[in-house]
């Protein structure tokens, strides 16, 4: 780390300039008292860095933990350090545009009254969501009302796809993203010097009521250009990359640029830990020449959703320049040794950024690192499988590790050696080793223990935020500390899937092998009235027909006029409800408010194949 500029306080001052206030306390609570965020938590930050943290990180968290009300140019205002993201107040003519209202209802609602305190009282006039991530939209109810977004008096711009994307990120594998996202942001652990210090991207994620309103202006190509409130923007698509629908937009009469989450102050994911699809990095370094083109020119400040702004035209064009190079580099040094030959592993061994980009601050590895992302470029090209037909069909891991064991001389011979690699600092390798231990025999007292100091070891010298917080709670788990509590969809994002994405998120809760022998053909007509119906569209129709263990959701009736075992007729907002858990399909046939026609045991038969999903599976342990 000594080639690191320790004395370089630019980011300091960048982080502090256009301060106005700070909100105090920062403590932030729902209608019933619980508290969704807590900045204050973090003050533990202004004191020098401990030996349980590594000292990078801790420069960040201390950068990332500023929070209040903070000058951009004259006109646009930040509100930082009330989420993991930051909210954006543009002033019109007659009031503001807000961007990327935050997660969670209660933080965006505290953001614009703090804004309020000390730029007046002004309407929101539109929002404006930068891309498709729950960060930056989900606290859109704490800065409008939907009646009004309804009546055509606010508009909500978004890139086109948002909607889509939004919502169903999270539809086929929501439950093991929410348990990963526990491990990637410790939520469980307790904020200190040798607990979660922060991710990187952020402190944290605020913990309040999610929302969403549907778009209704799309951005559709670039180069569009829209003024609203006397407000006058000029916009870059950059689909796939950080994500899938995504865009950049320029304030022509501010020199203003906001790259969304395109070019932050740390190197990003090109696979987050918590899961995803992955990212093109290609097209990511792509999309950031085409920004340089387009704006470098007409722009003197650079501010994104995240972190602080870049001033001055030359400081600007030399930060998205390195955050171009970083994704080019990756992606093509990683392929180059896919070529040569190499895996996925191997790689994330050898790459290494170029002097320069090694020495930026802002391309360190804090939320994404060169070594996960080198194999995620890997997994896009080649796959799981690294070609060595030793790794073609192994065994899954309680088989594998009964067998390592029984080869390595028994438990008790394994923690020895790995007590010996432990005292030489050998931390991988006793991470590796003694996961076999537990996986073999998950009760073993002794191989915990080991496993959890080692853990805890790996996770205080960790530069990366999620990688810190992925080692401590699972040495936490370790410990017998609580997992954590079961997570729900939110309505609003239940109330934004299609049907066809509700039958495909029933699809894969579906469990084959019960279902291998049965053959359902279900007609469902889905409405907004009470009884299912909308007198003035009509239901939307759907058949599913179950088979071989498979789903298959088809719009309209059965093909070949196969006669349906049953009809069912529901509204949407029963059908929601149903999903969310706050009812069941036997309740709401004894209610009256879903009818069917047929064998209604059908209904019953199809929902008992379906798992309910599981948010708290083990990971540190079979």
């Keep these: 780390m000594s080639h690191l500029a320790w004395d370089d306080e630019q980011d300091f001052a960048d982080a502090d300039r256009g301060f106005v206030a700070r909100l105090d306390p920062c403590l932030i609570r729902d209608a019933e008292g619980r508290v969704v965020w807590d900045n204050d938590a973090y003050a533990f930050l202004g004191d020098d860095c401990p030996p349980t943290a590594h000292p990078s990180l801790w420069r960040q968290s201390r950068l990332v933990a500023r929070q209040g009300l903070y000058e951009v140019v004259p006109g646009i205002y930040q509100v930082r350090g009330l989420d993991i993201s930051h909210i954006t107040f543009v002033e019109g003519d007659r009031g503001v545009l807000v961007v990327d209202p935050l997660i969670s209802t209660e933080v965006a609602a505290a953001a614009l009254a703090l804004y309020r305190e000390h730029r007046g009282p002004r309407p929101v006039t539109a929002v404006l969501y930068s891309h498709s991530h729950l960060d930056h939209f989900g606290g859109v109810r704490g800065v409008v009302d939907e009646a009004d977004v309804a009546a055509g008096r606010i508009p909500v711009i978004a890139p086109a796809g948002f909607l889509a994307h939004a919502v169903g990120e999270n539809v086929f594998t929501g439950p093991a993203m929410v348990r990963r996202a526990g491990y990637m942001y410790g939520t469980t652990l307790p904020k200190g010097p040798a607990g979660q210090i922060g991710c990187g991207l952020g402190q944290t994620t605020s913990t309040g009521s999610v929302g969403l309103i549907a778009p209704t202006l799309d951005i559709t190509a670039t180069g569009q250009e829209e003024v609203i409130d006397g407000i006058r923007m000029v916009f870059q698509l950059t689909p796939g990359t950080e994500a899938p629908a995504e865009m950049n937009f320029h304030f022509p009469e501010r020199r203003a640029l906001c790259v969304a989450e395109n070019a932050c102050h740390t190197l990003h994911n090109v696979l987050t830990l918590r899961g995803a699809l992955v990212r093109d990095p290609s097209a990511w370094a792509r ?336």
Aim: proline share 6%; aromatic share 10%; hydrophobic share 45%.
């Design 287 to 622: 999309y950031l020449t085409e920004t340089l083109r387009l704006f470098a020119d007409s722009s003197d400040v650079v501010f994104a959703s995240h972190h602080w702004p870049t001033w001055g035209a030359d400081r600007a064009v030399r930060f998205l320049e390195e955050q171009r190079d970083a994704y080019a580099y990756l992606h093509d040094q990683s392929v180059r040794m896919i070529n040569a030959g190499l895996t996925g592993a191997e790689i994330a061994e050898e790459l290494r950024f170029p002097p320069a980009l090694e020495r930026a601050w802002h391309a360190r590895g804090y939320y994404g690192t060169l070594s996960h992302n080198a194999k995620a470029v890997y997994q896009r090209y080649m796959g799981w499988f690294d070609g060595n037909p030793a790794h073609l069909w192994q065994h899954p891991p309680v088989a594998a590790a009964r067998r390592y064991v029984e080869f390595m001389g028994g438990a008790d011979a394994v923690l020895a050696k790995a007590r010996q690699a432990y005292e030489a600092g050998d931390l991988r390798w006793v991470a590796e080793v003694v996961n076999h231990v537990i996986f073999a025999e998950p009760d073993h007292a002794e191989a915990r223990a080991l496993q959890a100091d080692a853990f805890e070891r790996l996770g205080q010298a960790a530069e990366s935020g999620p990688w810190r917080n992925f080692y401590l709670v699972g040495a936490a788990e370790l410990r017998g500390a609580d997992a954590g509590s079961p997570a729900h969809p939110a309505p609003d994002l239940l109330a934004a899937l299609t049907a066809e994405q509700i039958f495909q998120s029933m699809a894969v809760r579906l469990n084959g092998p019960r279902a291998g022998d049965r053959r359902l053909l279900l007609r469902w007509e889905i409405g907004s009235g009470p009884d299912g119906t909308d007198p003035a569209a009509g239901p939307e129709i759907w058949t599913l027909l179950l088979s071989n263990g498979a789903l298959t959701p088809m719009p309209g009736d059965a093909p070949r006029g196969e006669r349906p075992h049953a009809t069912l007729r529901l509204a949407r907002t029963t059908l929601n409800a149903v999903l969310s858990g706050a009812t069941t399909f036997l309740d709401e046939i004894t209610a009256g408010t879903v009818t069917v026609d047929g064998d209604s045991g059908a209904l019953l038969a199809f929902n008992s194949l379906l798992d309910k999903p599981e948010w708290n599976f083990s990971i540190v342990t079979p």
